[in-house]
């Protein structure tokens, strides 16, 4: 069974800096593309970023461009997302997932985790 943990979520000033990690377990980690998507309330769960198995093919949503960096180490089974400049709109959980098949930035991902809350405060 696949199991992805977030962590490193919590309470930012806007223009503060957050890394989130995601942990996984029971496959084989390093064939697999992974993604970062979030989910603000009243809102509809949107791609954040996105990178493949080998790091070589990276995507991210217009809203993050330039200020997040998506990387992943293979030995640790570890995705991380480093968020920059942090802006208010930015709160919301922010969920990893894994899936079958080549990257894509897109919501079409298998293996999800429980989320962590990113808050950042104007």
């Known amino acids: 069974q696949v199991q992805l943990v977030e962590s490193g979520g919590g309470l930012v000033p806007a223009g503060g800096s957050l890394r989130l990690s995601c942990a996984a377990s029971?496959?084989?980690?390093?064939?697999?593309?992974m993604g970062w998507f979030r989910q603000a309330p009243g809102r509809e769960r949107e791609f954040v970023a996105a990178?493949?198995?080998?790091?070589?093919?990276?995507y991210f949503a217009n809203s993050v461009k330039g200020r997040f960096t998506i990387s992943r180490d293979n030995a640790k089974n570890t995705v991380y997302l480093q968020m920059n400049s942090l802006k208010p709109e930015d709160t919301a959980v922010y969920y990893c997932?894994?899936?079958?098949?080549?990257?894509?930035?897109?919501?079409?991902?298998?293996?999800w985790g429980q989320g962590t809350q990113v808050t950042v405060s104007s």
């Open positions: 997932a894994s899936r079958e098949g080549p990257v894509v930035a897109s919501q079409q991902y298998d293996y």
């Open positions: 029971g496959r084989t980690f390093s064939k697999h593309p």
């Open positions: 990178i493949s198995w080998s790091g070589g093919s990276i």
